[in-house]
């Protein structure tokens, strides 16, 4: 047996064979455990074997109607023998032969119980028999971990911080997912440090922590100092495991710090070591663009930076459009570091708008509409990296609904005899989409096209102009020209993962938009434009037929192609379940690219008490109905096997 694992099944069979003890167990017990694997089935099985609290004999038994003898060993608890019986050694129908011999308490069975260690299904022996997991055992989840709690802090080897380690981990271990979903093994790492009675500088990374010298010296609550860590060794297990150190941690640490920490061992460099280093690089480090925040919610804001690299995120492009040209207000620009005054200068429009620097921010006031000057430039030089930085404004009178096509693919080129917005090339360019009379035009290099408020304008691209490099015309509305430019080399969404999607909506607590185009899948998120491929896409194709299908349960054929598989339902579980995909629906959108915010979070919660109350309808040794056994099926996708035809 693994050495660190041997702490975690000697420590599961103190408190099976504690609770025992407690309980004083009679002949005639019957107890069951159910673990995942058979290998945790053998290493609990061995462990039980071997312990040295109570005495152990082996016990043999050979069936009337002959065959080999069944033979294993059991723990001498009082007057009782406890018989330890693993499914490794037998099948269910002799277990369950076992258990009723161990009821009767007739001739070699006379004076013991059993405790029956089971992986896979034995579906007939939970009727007969307890479940060390169930509430009020030993091993149920509640119960354990609070047992874990008590030997913690009643360690007397453990020292006071390490202490307060292991606590932490066991409430974060706890709180990464559902309570009642938690098993004996998710606190393999805490059961391992708590039997040894230390933490070892190898044990850190199994806590999810990088070691820290100074906690050891720290008096008082160590939560703030242990949050920090774990965050910080998060982040780097995710860059190691999904992404590339060399440049994912480019921008944190100094170039002499980052190749060691490749080249060694990650998991071993001292917490405090690693934030010195960061600081320290943060120190001359150029500010970050972060986002922008304004204080009015009569204004819509698009904006995004000119590309991904470290030079063009810091170009900023924002429209803002006003439709009741509400004046003034306010937009924030914010970034990581301070913004000093020194430096801040409004090259373009500043008739219109002021700039000044507040804290991390340089705080725009829109001060007045010029439509003969929509475009304003700005600029900021950091004085202590010599780093410049751009920030471009559009100031449109109209709602974002006018442009929509181009949310996520626009930039503002602004100079002074020349500014336009740019967009990216497409076979048509739609205006006003909710226009009510479509009008059609072939696109022409620099004419001026005009919109009416009832007008839905389509223009068509004439591939007569593809040797031009930019493309320039204009549209008129509401006395307001726009110009703008296409470029046929414009530059293409970046590419997006699965998990980075999973990443940025929970960090940035917002949705991605869903855009089809063709067949291709574009997520739009923050005003940026990204594509998304294999099984990722897949996935989000299948969602969407989903989502706008009638059914509970579907059947996944070829080419991603979604059919429903019908269930027959209780009324309350329908209702919850459409409420939950409604909410989906409404937004256009999928479940793998919404933050769980509270709206869909109690929906949700909804929907998992109605599931919970049905399961509590069951009724043991009755037959499931229909609409009981489409639980199981409930929401969930079962592939189609193909047909195989043979002459």
């Not at 979903?181 to 999810?208: A, M, P, W």
């Not at 970046?494 to 940025?504: A, N």
């Not at 579907?554 to 379940?577: P, V």
Request: negative net charge.
């Amino acid at each position: 047996m693994h050495n660190t694992s041997s702490q975690l099944y000697k420590y599961v069979s103190n408190l099976i064979i504690g609770y025992f003890k407690s309980q004083k167990i009679q002949p005639g017990d019957r107890f069951n455990l159910y673990l995942e694997d058979k290998e945790n089935i053998e290493f609990l099985y061995e462990s039980l074997e071997h312990t040295s609290t109570v005495t152990i004999q082996p016990f043999s038994y050979t069936h009337p109607e002959g065959g080999e003898a069944y033979t294993t060993c059991c723990l001498l608890i009082g007057d009782t023998k406890v018989i330890i019986a693993s499914s490794t050694f037998a099948s269910e129908d002799y277990f369950t032969m076992l258990r009723n011999k161990v009821a009767d308490q007739n001739d070699l069975f006379e004076g013991t119980a059993i405790l029956i260690l089971f992986s896979g299904k034995l579906d007939s022996l939970l009727g007969g028999s307890s479940s060390l997991i169930k509430e009020g055992m030993p091993l149920h989840y509640s119960r354990f971990k609070n047992q874990i709690e008590y030997d913690i802090e009643n360690s007397a080897t453990l020292k006071k911080y390490e202490k307060q380690i292991l606590k932490s981990v066991l409430d974060r271990k706890t709180k990464s997912v559902v309570e009642d979903n938690n098993s004996i093994f998710d606190y393999e790492q805490v059961i391992n440090s708590l039997q040894k009675g230390t933490i070892d500088l190898k044990d850190y990374r199994f806590l999810g922590l990088f070691p820290q010298e100074e906690l050891g010296s720290k008096h008082g609550d160590l939560s703030k100092d242990l949050t920090s860590n774990f965050s910080l060794y998060e982040k780097f297990e995710n860059i190691f495991l999904n992404g590339n150190p060399a440049s994912d941690l480019e921008q944190d640490l100094p170039s002499t710090a980052l190749t060691r920490i490749i080249k060694e061992d990650w998991h071993d460099f001292d917490y405090s070591e690693i934030v010195k280093w960061m600081d320290k690089e943060k120190e001359k480090a150029p500010p970050v663009f972060q986002n922008i925040e304004g204080d009015n919610l009569l204004q819509t804001i698009w904006y995004n930076t000119d590309g991904d690299s470290a030079s063009k995120k810091r170009n900023v492009n924002i429209i803002v459009f006003n439709p009741p040209l509400e004046l003034p207000f306010k937009i924030n620009v914010k970034y990581d570091q301070f913004i000093k005054k020194e430096g801040l200068s409004i090259k373009l429009g500043s008739k219109n708008i002021s700039a000044t620097n507040s804290g991390f921010s340089v705080v725009l006031e829109f001060k007045e509409f010029d439509a003969q000057n929509l475009f304003t430039l700005i600029e900021y030089k950091d004085s202590e990296t010599d780093k410049k930085y751009v920030i471009k404004i559009l100031h449109l009178p109209f709602k974002p609904d006018i442009i929509s096509q181009f949310e996520g693919n626009f930039q503002l080129n602004i100079q002074k005899s020349n500014s336009y917005l740019q967009i990216k090339e497409s076979s048509s360019l739609v205006f006003n989409p909710d226009g009510e009379i479509p009008i059609t035009e072939l696109l022409s290099l620099n004419k001026t096209f005009q919109i009416k408020e009832d007008n839905k304008l389509i223009i068509n691209n004439d591939y007569s102009l593809a040797q031009e490099d930019l493309i320039h015309f204009k549209i008129e509305l509401f006395d307001v020209i726009i110009p703008i430019a296409f470029k046929t080399d414009f530059e293409a969404p970046k590419p997006i993962s699965g998990l980075d999607v999973w990443k940025e909506k929970r960090v940035n607590c917002l949705d991605f938009k869903y855009k089809k185009e063709g067949n291709i899948i574009k997520l739009l998120f923050k005003n940026n434009e990204k594509t998304v491929s294999g099984e990722f896409r897949n996935n989000l194709i299948q969602e969407e037929q989903i989502i706008n299908s009638e059914g509970y349960s579907w059947l996944l054929g070829n080419e991603n192609s979604i059919s429903i598989n019908d269930l027959e339902l209780s009324d309350d579980m329908k209702l919850a379940f459409n409420k939950l995909k409604a909410y989906y629906k409404t937004k256009e959108t999928q479940p793998s690219l919404v933050y769980l915010n509270e709206e869909l979070k109690q929906i949700a919660l909804e929907y998992v008490s109605c599931f919970i109350m049905q399961l509590e309808q069951l009724e043991e040794n009755k037959p499931l109905t229909y609409k009981q056994k489409n639980l199981l099926w409930l929401g969930v996708v079962k592939v189609e096997k193909p047909v195989n035809l043979t002459t």
